[in-house]
């Protein structure tokens, strides 16, 4: 179970919307970056990157694009003096030197990790991590302060007690490092569609196996799907 939620520094990861905690060992909670800037689990203590993402900073909006009005140049008219003499020249006209045209300022290339996405894809990306930190997924209320009993066949054998809360807040670690493996196989680059495919496959399997816990879950959107007959 994890322990009372962690006050973290504004220079680690554990500040960071990117990072979120889904297990805990004796480092701390642990987890791993949703965009993969550092791979595997790691404690909320490390350092963060070039990519933090403050939990209590607004996210910018993309800046609508600028049109570039461009002014035709007019042809120089010859400059005219009155009253001068018939017979003296008239003077040359400088040239007219167009403005320098407006030159739009090129966006800051993403880093090497992150090249494979687009800007729209990173955007959804930050969307879903906005989203997911809002919403906080909920035991139903009939299941609220209730127990499991462990009860073994041997009357001389003292039964268990597990609060229901501590398992749901297991089970709900379960979902999320299953989403978790999900988002990577399908983001791995060593890997085949079709081998993506069969291992889709095996996590759907896993889900299914975990519906009997749905009963649990408040919300519906919460819950664990299957396979579709």
Sequence with gaps: MMTQERRYGSKECGSCRLWR??????RGPIGPCRLGVRTGDFPGTAPACERYLSRDAAIPSAP??????????????????????PSAPAP?????????????????????????????????????VLREDAVEVRLAPRWEGGTVVLKPGDAQTQAKEIPLDSLFHKIVMIRDRLRVLEQRLNGHDKLSDAEKVELQQYVTRCYGSLTTFNVLFRDERDRFVGEKS
Aim: aromatic share 2%; net charge negative; glycine share 2%.
């Design 21 to 26: 905690p889904i297990l805990e060992d004796a």
């Design 64 to 85: 609508p694009p600028v049109a570039i009005r461009h002014r035709a140049s007019r042809p120089a008219a010859p400059l005219v003096h009155r009253g001068a003499e």
């Design 92 to 128: 040359l006209a400088r040239p007219v030197v167009p403005p320098p045209r407006a030159v739009a300022t090129p966006l800051p290339p993403l880093p090497e990790e992150l090249t494979d996405m687009t800007r729209e894809e990173f955007a959804e990306a930050i969307r879903e």
